[in-house]
């Protein structure tokens, strides 16, 4: 129980620094939380290699990321106070 209110308060800043990533180097950032919010929620992410906000897995009102990590890949949604929505993609 402890690990998920974790996984939630870090959500927050996923949320906000998610929302700025328009460069590379913020994107680079909001990949490495991205990851770090995926690992939190039990997904293995050895090495972030990109995330980028990917409308055909977008929802109204909820981005749709793609995660890249070497060992998998990750359609990550982000969903304010909610455990973020996580779907492996195979290889």
């Not at 919010?37 to 995330?51: F, M, P, T």
């Amino acid at each position: 129980m402890a690990q998920v209110a974790l996984a939630l308060l870090g959500l927050g800043a996923a949320l906000a620094l998610a929302d700025q990533a328009s460069d590379n180097s913020n994107s680079q950032e909001a990949a490495s939380v991205l990851a770090g919010q995926v690992r939190a929620q039990g997904y293995s992410c050895d090495k972030v290699i990109e995330a980028h906000v990917d409308p055909s897995v977008s929802l109204p009102g909820l981005k749709g990321w793609i995660l890249t990590c070497s060992n998998a890949t990750y359609i990550v949604r982000l969903r304010p106070h909610m455990a973020a929505e996580i779907e492996p993609i195979a290889p």
